[in-house]
RNA sequence: CGGGAUGUGGCUCAGCCUGGUAGAGCACUGCGUUCGGGACGCAGGGGUCGGAGGUUCAAAUCCUCUCAUCCCGACCA
């Protein structure tokens, strides 16, 4: 071993040594024990616990392949703990975020994971976060929740601290665990209800310098996502309640994600499907002449959209759906073309409600007198929101909200009116997109970052303000930054599997290589990989080295199943051959070395580590 | 929250319908044989069947309650 450490990626002490990679002056004097204790491990020795059977928990392929790995074990539902592996691969992420955040100028802090109920009653989420914050009382009878988010806390820091515009901006981040009681938890790591999360806020003494702060975060994640070796897309989001001009979801595709994500073929629009729009066609309304009144039609058993469409022999986009939704705003009706399913979010924001649900269809009835499949704008006492492209439709039939009855030659314009129209519709792939002549793609994708222009929302509830070079009290504007990590982890596996296990991105693999002695008994051949271990140690390559008096098939399966990127494998034939096995897990590698000369192995370590970061960048 | 299902050694599950006092595979321990893609034999250790109550001479098995976990849904005009 040298006498100082030689690796940077495992080591915290890295962040605070600007003279790497030339010895730094605090490990000149001693070796690095974390790297010596956990970046070289014998496999006989370290608390690897791999299954061969799937625990019947298991859903997803990451959450499967973290069990089997021996990363995770549950303890309650939507909660794990980390083993050994599992840890070195969420300590991975969190050192490329924390390398990100500080290059781009925020600070790490850590913050109570346990807070006073007082400061979320001055914000005024106590009530409004619903059952989804875990609360407690301490001995007093005091009440506490256990933190979902930290925007509370910080902003307390924050307005005690800062008085002086000259003390911003301030950009200050943490990673910890945080506990959101999930209704239904699941997927693992994925969806747990305790999680690791690094959370970030912004203080800016204005709109432009928080815009600034928010466009350094943008480009941090981007890198930080890249250096993952993920493939993601940074989308437009809905920033629901939150409010904001701004928000972006860190989305990395895999056919498993929860989220939806629209994007352009063409351009680069993307943005989470609760979002998205499409391109409405100018073409304007036809007006038929001459067009008989509206009629009432009995429709006996025709309530779903598809059944009107088939008795009136017209195509669903001729049917104007209508749908009944109740909030804290009181209920309305929704009109959207046939063909379209509508979309909850849009309406919740252009009604601009906290709570948006569908009542059943016995409120409706009870509540409003309408019955739910034969509903229709015309001549109803709740407000009615019309989606755009109604217009566009110019005749159609509807509802006679009248049980059994469908209208039909209902004109816009004539029949139905509105002083405001709606995008209130989800988009369907296919549709033309918003910004140029191309067509939306839909794919699925698992949000693992999101970043929000909150405003003054906290500020001013809070109080957080400052004085201005003029001396006038002003609210600091805030921007917050959140990623989970072990979500990252699990969105880099299903990303990057096989049938045979995981397949780690190089920056994310605890270990670079596992090296596999097949034999041994053999003491030449034994001899032989421990000179390989050694020389793989000084150069500081991290490495797990099978040991174990397992068969070679066990040893084969492992590797695999953990993801290790280089797999070096000597046995006894290859030892009289004079070469070692060296074999890439993405399968891309597959060659002999010679067991006298590392240049080659050195040469292809350094190929590897290369193709990863090529491949994050594309 | 609604619907469905499941709780039996560490893991995967059988047994339950037709009550009679617990079984297999994997894992684990020992010995031997094996040894380049999750070996085999022999010998072992380990569970009182999620919990509580009830029926019964007798309950993993039947009944009631309860707890836990998993899945699906919460887009329908």
Redesign the pocket.
Known sequence: MTSWCVLSTRCEQFLFCNLWPAPCPTWQTKVCRKHEDSSFMRFSSMHLP????????A?VVSHRLML?AGMIR?L???IYSYLPYGLMAIRRVENIVREEMNRAGAQEVLLPAVQPAELWQESGRWDFYGRELLRLKDRHQREFCFGPTHEEVITDLVRHEVRSYRQLPLNLYQIQTKFRDE?????GLMRGREFIMKDGYSFDVDDAAAGRSYQLMREAYSRIFSRCGLNFRAVEADSGTIGGSFSHEFVVLADSGEDAVASCSACDYAANIEKAESRVPEAPAEIVEDLPAPEAVATPEC????E?AAFFQVAAGQ?A?????ESDLGFCMVVVP?DF?????KVRAALGAEWL?????AR?AEELGLP????GPLEVSVPVLVDRRIPLVGTFVC?ANRAGYHLRNVAWGRDLKADRLYDLV?VRPGDPCPRCEGKLRLDRGIEVGHIFKLGTKYSEKLKATFLDAEGEERLMIMGCYGIGIGRTVAAAIEQNHDE??IIFPWALAPFKVALLN??P?SEEVTAAVETLYGDLEKRGVEVLYDDR?????????????LGIPL?L???????KKGII?A?SRNGVHDLELPLADRTPLWDLLRDLEADDSRLSSQ
Not at 50 to 57: A, N
Not at 372 to 375: A, F, K, Q, R
Not at 549 to 561: I, N, S, T, W
């Open positions: 791999t299954l061969k059977e799937v625990p019947s928990e859903e089997r549950r309650a539902a939507g209704i239904r938890p699941r997927f309530a779903a959209v598809e009107v049917i759906k209508s749908m009944i939704f046939g399913e509508v979309n909850e979010v649900e569908v009542p059943p269809p409706v739910v499949g034969y509903l509802g989800t045979n296990g097949l034999d008994k008096g397992e068969r070679p098939g066990v040893k084969f399966k492992d590797a695999d199943l797999r494998t000597l046995g006894r034939k290859g030892f096995e074999r």
